[in-house]
């Protein structure tokens, strides 16, 4: 008896896929790897970092560490520190120490003057022409991931940078989701394996190695059967694939003929959610369950294959797992800059970027302030441009960006906050300036601009306030530019990214950050306005709770 699927009653490819997903009771088994060989996991978890990274103050540059209060001048060389050496080095007067890049700052010093810029008068005498800033050419502790911030999302899929920075921070295993083990059956009296003769009338069968060579990077392929049209052998293979598999696909026998039987046997062991999809070709597709497993049925023929796996199957795999809205295979893509940039004067520059999509769809790439050392801001950024020596490329200009991946999860982008930095999200929170970017530019999907930033904000979705702190004594520590606070201090002799990034001055000198991340006196109220720039920005930002 041949069974039809009428074209008024199949679901689109998006409908299909909802009503499939929603049907499943799939909880996908969790298992702990070593970091090494973690590339292409699900993280099970959201992991945060066990220490500041950097995890003390570190030379930027080959020179010498100092007091910038000393210089100019001329300062005496008391010492020499290698990178992985420690000593009990103490600057308390107009000396210096010769540091490697990468090596610890001594007690006391607060700035590095680089080798190049330094005259030597004799022996262990240097001399300092120029001013040092408080800072300079330093990687504070923690200045690129701040102990206790989340470094790996629950969902996320674990790069190779992302493995960089887990062992950077010292993390030797990480929980991730057990790989899908899939079992793959091809049907039909047509089919020969490659490699046999063929006879009139018969066609190689290509699906199973389609389908093995598409699946075998990301999951486990634990069998494939080539099976003739007989249902009792169908459904015999089909228990055999159930009991090993996490996931079962098939292909032929879905449609309406006679000897079609592959639906059959879905429905008597089981049931059939949706057969039959708006896509040509593919339209007699199955999403069936069997054992509360998946099973998947594709038409026969290859080219069908092909498209229900990229359009349908892929999707359903993917959200198999509690799986992040990532794209990993976008290469290289043209984006417009939302704010300019510009490379080292001598050499090629690597500039790490964070990239969304407008409301019209089209890509911008938001580039961040980096220096070599920073693995965090390298890994947890999305891609990056390459800019030829002395090049500056304005805001607005469309770039290349060479993507690693692309988490189209929803973003927020502004002034951070603690009610804010653990959601669920793409948090991208570098200040007002990036936000004020993406409401003109119509990028992203929730900006946070500080009222110390931008005095009158109207059209906002919702507003809280917070008060800042201040504590201790001494030189004043104040933001960068792209932030709120940065108005609080006209001449800090540090410049922070952000209030998480604070602790590791505190008792050192005067730091201003607000309640919550640290105690001190109030001197200031902040108001952080919340603004929806697309529509799921909108409903996101009405749902709540700060």
């Known amino acids: 008896m041949r069974v039809f699927v009428k074209d008024e009653l199949l679901y689109s490819i998006e409908e299909a896929i909802r009503v499939y997903l929603s049907s499943l009771n799939f909880i996908p088994k969790t298992v702990e790897v070593e970091v ?38 001329e300062l005496k060389v008391i010492d020499r520190i290698e990178i992985g050496e420690f000593k009990e080095v103490h600057i308390n007067e107009c000396v210096a ?24 008068i004799s022996g262990n005498l ?20 701040p102990k206790n911030s989340i470094i790996l999302r629950k969902g996320e899929v674990i790069s190779h ?8 921070l010292g993390i030797s295993k990480v929980k991730v989701y057990e790989k899908l083990k899939v079992y ?66 098939l292909t032929g026998g879905t449609s309406a003929g006679e000897k079609d039987f592959v639906h059959r046997a879905i429905k008597e062991l089981g049931s059939i959610i949706v057969h039959g999809i708006k896509i040509k070709p593919g339209k007699p597709t199955i999403l069936g369950v069997v054992d509360n497993k998946p099973v998947i049925g594709l038409p026969g023929n290859i080219v069908s294959s092909v498209v229900v796996f990229d359009t349908v199957i892929s999707e359903i795999l993917r959200n198999l797992y509690p799986s992040r809205k990532e794209i990993v295979e976008l290469g290289k893509i043209k984006a417009k800059l939302a704010l300019g940039t510009k490379a080292d004067k001598y050499r090629n520059t690597l500039i790490p970027v964070y990239l969304f999509k407008s409301v019209d769809s089209s890509y911008y790439a938001l580039p961040v302030k980096f220096e070599s050392y920073m693995i965090g801001t390298f890994s947890l950024t999305e891609g990056y441009i390459m800019l030829n020596p002395n090049e500056e490329i304005e805001e607005g200009k469309e770039v290349e960006v060479n993507v690693k991946k692309f988490d189209d999860s929803i973003s927020i982008i502004g002034e951070e906050d603690k009610r804010i930095l653990n959601s669920d999200t793409k948090n991208v929170l ?80 005067k730091v201003y950050a607000p309640e919550g991340y640290i105690i001190g006196k109030k001197v200031f109220e902040e108001c952080l306005y919340m603004i929806g720039i697309s529509e799921r920005g909108k409903r996101y930002l009405s749902t709540i709770k700060v």
């Open 184 to 249: 793959l059956i091809a049907t039909g009296d047509e089919l020969v394996e490659p490699g046999n003769s063929l006879s009139p009338g018969k066609i190689y069968e290509s699906n199973l190695h389609y389908l093995y060579s598409k699946l075998k990077q990301n999951y486990q392929i634990v069998g494939l059967s080539l099976l003739r049209d007989d249902i009792e052998s169908i459904k015999n293979e089909i228990k055999r694939a159930i009991s090993l598999a996490d996931v079962l696909i």
């Open 97 to 120: 120490v010769e540091v490697d890049t990468g090596a610890i700052i001594p007690m006391g010093a607060d700035a590095v003057i680089k080798v190049e810029d330094v005259k030597i």
């Open 36 to 73: 090494k060989d973690s590339f292409g996991y699900v993280s099970a978890e959201d992991l945060n970092s066990p220490i500041d990274y950097p995890p003390f103050s570190r030379s930027n540059v080959d020179g010498y560490a100092l007091k910038s209060s000393c210089t100019p001048g």
């Open 430 to 509: 570098l200040g007002s300036l990036p936000a004020k970017k993406a409401i003109e530019y119509k990028f992203g999907d929730v900006a946070v601009i500080s009222s110390l930033y931008s005095s009158s904000v109207d059209n906002y979705d919702r507003v809280f306030c917070r008060q800042i702190l201040v504590n201790g004594e001494g030189e004043e520590i104040g933001y960068d530019d792209w932030i709120g606070m940065s108005k609080i201090v006209k001449n800090p002799v540090v410049k922070l990214r952000s209030p998480s990034t604070i602790y590791s001055l505190l008792g050192k000198a």
């Open 126 to 145: 240097i001399k300092v022409d120029k001013k040092m800033t408080f800072g300079q050419n330093i990687g504070w502790i923690g200045s690129d991931i």
């Open 161 to 168: 940078e992302k493995i960089g920075l887990l062992a950077s």
